[in-house]
């Protein structure tokens, strides 16, 4: 079973829409959790931590769900910028690794 | 300057030649990581080194060899490689081992003819 899941999409939306992912991982012990972005042929980088009891950035909200080991991506307002793939990674508890889901695919459409 | 620098951005090479690509982090960080990134796949763990010292090698296969002479560079040795290694091989640093933000390098794109 793959330490985190993610939907490859993709997802197309037009401008405005409001559209989320989910990300699944399997070892219940995991500790942090993360949203990268991957602009193509770009290096990811972080668009924001998730925090247990949620957070939110700007259009953007991130959610924790332990009891179900999935988190949540919300995208509110798209725009044409928004367009890129959005990366899930989770770190366990103990070990050197971050995982990454395979990444969600957006296209925020005109 | 950013934080996180890969040379080459492009290689291409014949199975039988021998290559580096190098990794440069001007961050202070202290965890460094070699990353493959293949197409629909997810990123996959290559090598961890922390302080200098290899914590982590994910059955890499040998014709891959990673070097750290220091904790601010990383090189990954390429020989006798198969067209199957063809990828983006990213470069990431962190303040400590899997703690933090992971920041990337802007990827050397392999080809193996």
């Known amino acids: 079973r793959k330490e985190v899941e993610q939907d490859p999409g993709p997802f197309n939306v037009p401008e405005g829409a409001t559209v989320a992912f989910n990300c699944t991982y399997s070892n219940s012990a995991s500790q942090s959790f993360f949203w990268y972005r991957q602009d193509c042929r770009k290096e990811p980088k972080l668009l924001m931590s998730?925090?247990?009891s949620g957070n939110e950035d700007g259009r953007f909200t991130a959610q924790l769900n332990r009891a179900s080991q999935y988190i949540s991506l919300l995208i509110r307002d798209s725009k044409l910028s928004d367009s890129a793939t959005y990366l899930c990674?989770?770190?366990?508890?103990?070990?050197?690794?971050?995982?990454f889901g395979t990444g969600t695919s957006l296209t925020v459409i005109p | 300057e950013t934080g996180v620098t890969q040379t080459p951005r492009h290689l291409v090479m014949g199975m039988t030649n021998k290559k580096s690509l190098k990794c440069e982090q001007h961050l202070g960080h202290n965890a460094m990581y070699w990353y493959k990134q293949s197409a629909k796949k997810p990123l996959e763990l290559m090598f961890v080194y922390s302080l200098e010292e290899r914590v982590e090698n994910n059955s890499v296969p040998s014709r891959f060899s990673p070097e750290c002479p220091n904790s601010s560079h990383l090189f990954l040795h390429l020989h006798t490689l198969q067209p199957e290694d063809s990828a983006l091989y990213l470069c990431?640093?962190?303040?400590?081992?899997?703690?933090?933000?992971?920041?990337f390098g802007e990827g050397s794109r392999l080809t193996v003819l």
């Open positions: 998730v925090y247990s």
């Open positions: 990674v989770v770190t366990p508890r103990t070990g050197n690794q971050f995982y």
């Open positions: 990431a640093s962190s303040q400590d081992l899997s703690t933090g933000e992971l920041f």
